[in-house]
């Protein structure tokens, strides 16, 4: 089993662009998660899913757009990068109130 | 307004020695405590949990306390060695509630040997 993955690991983007990550999940999760994590500020929760075709907003949701259209994947979407949005973002599922399970992240980059 | 809050963001300890790692939290309702420890360029890792009807979970050198009229957890490493050295957060989640995992700030531990 991989687990949780995250694609891409890296992006270096433009002011203004916009950009896709991507989360899979292989052990049949109800619940995901994207979090970005920033120096001092610890982890902050993006966006999160309680199933297929749900969404719901976390702590810091402005800027970013979600979609959960298959259960085993969760896209985290940038429609304007902003250099604010710097930070390395990571991906997590669990199963009903359990442990969470988190992706090896993506770093990315907003000139 | 924090709702998770790790108020020492770094610790030495002395390898053999004890590592006490403390969280506080103002919600209530979170009834499910979570550690995690994350290494550099890599995601968090679960370590060990506690739901709020114990006061105490054990799982080899890593217990941790809960103390719920304090709104207080810790988490205790014994004893402590150089590859524990990591960030270690802790998590709070509601789960009568909308199963949002709230994390604090993190605390850096440095394991000496």
């Known amino acids: 089993n991989a687990g949780v993955t995250q694609t891409p690991k890296f992006r270096v983007l433009k002011t203004g662009q916009s950009m896709t990550l991507l989360c899979a999940q292989d052990m049949n999760h109800e619940y995901m998660y994207w979090y970005r994590q920033d120096p001092g500020m610890g982890l902050r929760l993006i966006h999160y899913?309680?199933?297929?075709?749900?969404?719901a907003k976390g702590e810091v949701p402005d800027g970013y757009n979600v979609s959960r259209l298959k259960k085993q994947n969760f896209l985290l979407g940038l429609e304007s990068a902003a250099p604010s949005q710097t930070s390395v973002y990571f991906c997590?599922?669990?199963?009903?109130?359990?442990?969470?399970?988190f992706g090896p992240g993506t770093r990315l980059t907003v000139l | 307004d924090q709702q998770v809050k790790q108020n020492s963001p770094s610790l030495s300890v002395q390898e053999g020695r004890i590592s006490i790692l403390n969280c506080d939290y103002t919600?209530?309702?979170?009834?499910?405590f979570l550690w995690y420890k994350k290494y550099p360029a890599e995601g968090p890792t679960f370590l060990i949990s506690i739901s709020s009807i114990k006061d105490k979970n054990e799982d080899g050198r890593f217990t941790v306390f809960l103390n719920k009229s304090a709104k207080h957890l810790s988490l205790h490493i014994v004893p402590s060695q150089p590859g524990d050295s990591a960030v270690y957060f802790c998590a709070a989640l509601s789960t009568s509630g909308t199963y949002k995992y709230i994390f604090g700030t993190g605390t850096r531990l440095k394991v000496l040997a």
């Open positions: 919600n209530s309702m979170f009834d499910y």
């Open positions: 899913s309680v199933g297929e075709g749900t969404t």
């Open positions: 997590a599922s669990s199963e009903m109130g359990l442990a969470l399970f």
